[in-house]
T-cell receptor, first 112, second 114 residues
């Protein structure tokens, strides 16, 4: 079945550094969603992407929908301690449906 | 804004017991789903519903039942709990606007089966 692979699995960074992570799929996706999960909480939507090549920002976060439609990237600029958490990519199993699959997540730890 | 509400937040069950995890949303979303989250495996879809009276299986449905009698509620039933069902369970709801959709999650139910 379809899988979403995220890398890196985890990362430690210094406060103020920029962070990059990516998500790749074995199949084409028409929608990419990026979520953040804080400890003990449910995932919260950060950015939604609906068009190949699309670049969308949300504050210090920028995400891109890859041209091949098989990947997506998330960048965080000037990281701060509250960026700690797990970042998930997600996409619909079948285009136009509500059935999402999620990546395994990138765990981010920020050192003050 | 309540959004998606899950109860209970924590639960410990003995093997073989049954229970129902509750999920309610107040956004009038037609689509609701249940996921389980295990360490290192992201979220996996258990069951989902595209509207009242309509449910279907996700990736890992075995051992779970669902029903959708109203738009607001989507309970998840464990028929006979097993240690392999120890996990964190998330309920989500979403709605389409054109071709665009975004899922909103509850805070989760942490279940331990001993």
């Amino acid at each position: 079945g379809q899988q979403l692979n995220q890398s890196p699995q985890s990362m430690f960074i210094q406060e103020g550094e920029d962070v990059s992570m990516n998500c790749t799929s074995s199949s084409i996706f028409n929608t990419w969603l990026w979520y953040k999960q804080d400890p003990g909480e449910g995932p919260v939507l950060l950015i939604a992407l609906y068009k190949a090549g699309e670049l969308t920002s949300n504050g210090r976060l920028t995400a891109q929908f890859g041209i091949t439609r098989k990947d997506s990237f998330l960048n965080i600029s000037a990281s701060i301690p509250s960026d700690v958490g797990i970042y998930f990519c997600a996409g619909p199993l079948t285009s136009g449906t509500y059935k999402y699959i999620f990546g395994t997540g990138t765990r981010l730890k920020v050192l003050a | 804004n309540a959004g998606v509400t899950q109860t209970p937040k924590f639960q410990v069950l003995k093997t073989g017991q049954s229970m129902t995890l509750q999920c309610a949303q107040d956004m009038n979303h037609e689509y609701m789903s249940w996921y389980r989250q295990d360490p290192g495996m992201g979220l996996r879809l258990i069951h989902y519903s595209v509207g009242a009276g309509i449910t279907d299986q996700g990736e890992v449905p075995n051992g779970y039942n669902v029903s959708r009698s109203t738009t607001e509620d989507f309970p998840l039933r464990l028929l006979s709990a097993a240690p392999s069902q120890t996990s964190v369970y998330f309920c989500a709801s979403s709605s389409y606007r054109g071709m665009n959709t975004e899922a909103f999650f509850g805070q989760g139910t942490r279940l331990t089966v001993v």
